[in-house]
C-alpha cells in the first residue's frame, strides 16, 4: 500500500539504500517538508514519494552534478 501525502515537499536533504537480511534493498530519502523545519525532517521510502517524483529527479541531477569529476 503506498501513502498519499497531503504535505508539500520543500527538499530532497539525503538519501540512504537500506539493506535487511532476506529483503531487496530499498532506497529512503530524507525530505524537509513545506512549512516545517529542518528538525522535522523524514525518512521516507521512495515507492512512497510516487506522487513527487519531479522532486527526486532534481535531487538525482543535483547529486550526480555534484559528484562528477570536473
Known amino acids: ?24 534493498p530499498s532506497t529512503q ?4 517538508w513545506k512549512g516545517l523545519p529542518e528538525s522535522e525532517a523524514t525518512w521516507e521510502p521512495q515507492e512512497d514519494l510516487w506522487q513527487f517524483e519531479d522532486h527526486l ?8 552534478t555534484r559528484t562528477s569529476p570536473d
Open 29 to 32: 530519502y530524507l525530505i524537509k
Open 1 to 24: 500500500m503506498t501513502k498519499s501525502f497531503d504535505r508539500e515537499i520543500e527538499e530532497v536533504l539525503a538519501d540512504r539504500v537500506v539493506r535487511r537480511r532476506g529483503v531487496p
Open 57 to 64: 529527479h532534481r535531487y538525482k541531477d543535483k547529486s550526480v
